[in-house]
């Protein structure tokens, strides 16, 4: 027998597996909403960033190509969910803002995130939650 440990010891393994089920879920809850888990992160932030965020600031959060994240706030700003605007303090940017109905079916959005997050991490204490978040936001946003 092998003295290395197996697969489903490997921390990589095991975040993507992870990644792969809660997405899935999330994905299939937003479903009647027409969002997806892409979707659903630009429109979260532009909700967060309620005066407008770049799209350049969009693709570094969410970890995504700026095309991909262009082609994203294209299909939300076709449903009426973001507008784009001017960046006052720089007119080469554009701004990524929530509509009113953006706010609307984020509300909606976020519940449905919450009760698959509720039951994917339902076995989990609390406190050991945080520290999964703290260590994940370490990893994700290394030096932040």
């Known amino acids: 027998m092998s003295s290395e440990r197996p697969l489903t ?3 990589g393994f095991l975040l993507s597996r992870a990644s792969g089920a809660v997405a899935r879920s999330v994905s299939a809850a937003l ?8 979707s659903y992160s630009v429109l979260a932030l532009a909700v967060e960033h309620d005066t407008g ?3 350049r600031s969009l693709a570094a959060v969410v970890g995504l190509d700026p095309s991909q994240v262009v082609a994203l706030v294209d299909e939300l700003q076709d449903r009426g969910l973001v507008e784009r605007a001017a960046d006052p303090n720089d007119r080469r940017n554009r701004l990524v803002r929530p509509t009113a109905e953006g ?6 959005a976020h519940r449905l995130v919450t009760e698959q997050d509720d039951r994917h991490f339902a076995q989990v204490p609390p406190e050991r939650l945080e520290a999964f978040r703290d260590v994940l936001r370490r990893v994700a946003f290394p030096g932040a």
Do not use: H, K, N, S
């Open 9 to 11: 010891d490997d921390l």
């Open 31 to 38: 479903g009647p909403l027409g969002l997806r888990v892409r």
């Open 53 to 55: 965020v770049t799209q």
């Open 103 to 108: 706010r609307r079916v984020f509300a909606e």
